[in-house]
């Protein structure tokens, strides 16, 4: 079966759409991390995709590129729902921030920043949003250490 | 009433310890740091059914320079842990401190780069109750225990630790 949302996507940016599925009517597309915002830009403005739901990211190591972005998207008006992903190489771990498109991306970013290490280019005050002050490391990367602590207190004995 | 009156207006020798320790043990009032679900349990042991004010432990108090015993239920994370430090800091000696549920007492299932595990880490701990969350009358029983403990020390023994 067709998708209406995915093929529109892929005649609209033929170059940085890589991949698509769709399972049961989840429908996902993978984009370039270059064309991440315009894509989402595009998702907001002509297809009316007017809540980001979610924003969140993976690690796959030792695969490359290493991370992947996922965001998921609704439309209140249409009830269409969207799942936008994009590579992300460890080298290079930061893609354009989308909070300029939807402010509550603020807050998932920074906790992606916070538990993975990508970092959002544009974003407007990113810092740590679970840690504490002081952590070093992104604890959820899969090369962060099962054991590592990092107490802010000298522990008893 | 009773038996007293036979004595009239007379005179009971005790030793400080066990007149000291017998007000202590039936009047504790405690602090509940509640941080998870284990807060569920520790409410319906203060509810009705349970009814921990048979043991004389029913008055919380939300500062912790009017608390004796501090209750710590739930997962403590390391983010957390110098706000528990403080609070046990905070309050006057005698104090006792209750470990409430397997994540207070060992970080449980949560062991990982956020949890500290176990609050002893922290603080000193008086009793630990397991469970997950434990049920009411396993913190009744905790309760007593401490009790217990309460009256074998000292009035010496209360220095800092």
């Known amino acids: ?157 | 009433m009773g038996l007293e009156t036979l004595f009239g207006h007379s005179y009971l020798t005790t030793r400080l310890d066990e007149a000291v320790n017998w007000a202590r043990k039936y009047s504790f009032f405690n602090y509940p740091f509640v941080t998870a679900c284990c807060g569920m349990e520790f409410m319906s042991t203060f509810a009705s059914t349970y009814d921990i004010s048979r043991f004389g432990a029913e008055y919380p108090r939300f500062s912790p320079r009017q608390a004796d015993v501090l209750f710590v239920v739930g997962t403590v994370n390391e983010k957390l842990a110098p706000v528990l430090k403080r609070v046990y800091d905070q309050m006057c000696e005698p104090k006792w401190v209750v470990s409430f549920g397997v994540c207070a007492t060992s970080g449980g299932f949560y062991d990982n780069y956020a949890t500290v595990q176990g609050v002893d880490r922290i603080i000193p701990v008086d009793i630990y109750i397991p469970g997950c969350p434990p049920r009411p009358e396993a913190v009744l029983d905790a309760l007593i225990k401490l009790q217990e403990k309460v009256s074998k020390e000292s009035v010496l023994d209360r220095k800092y630790r």
């Open chain 1, 1 to 157: 079966m067709t998708s209406y949302l995915l093929e529109t996507l892929k005649t609209r940016f033929p170059a940085a759409v890589l991949e698509t599925h769709a399972f049961r009517g989840d429908e996902t597309a993978v984009v370039k991390k270059e064309a991440w915002k315009e894509v989402a830009a595009y998702l907001k403005d002509e297809l009316g995709f007017d809540l980001l739901l979610d924003l969140t990211a993976a690690d796959y190591l030792p695969r490359e590129p290493r991370f992947e972005l996922v965001c998921h998207f609704y439309s209140t008006k249409h009830n269409y729902r969207l799942r936008l992903k994009c590579p992300v190489p460890a080298g290079d771990a930061s893609a354009d921030t989308l909070t300029g498109l939807w402010p509550g991306a603020d807050w998932f970013e920074r906790e992606a920043w916070d538990m993975f290490g990508i970092t959002f280019a544009g974003h407007p005050d990113l810092r740590r949003l679970l840690m504490y002050d002081g952590f070093e490391g992104h604890p959820l990367r899969k090369d962060y250490p099962l054991k590592k602590r990092q107490p802010r207190l000298p522990h008893r004995d």
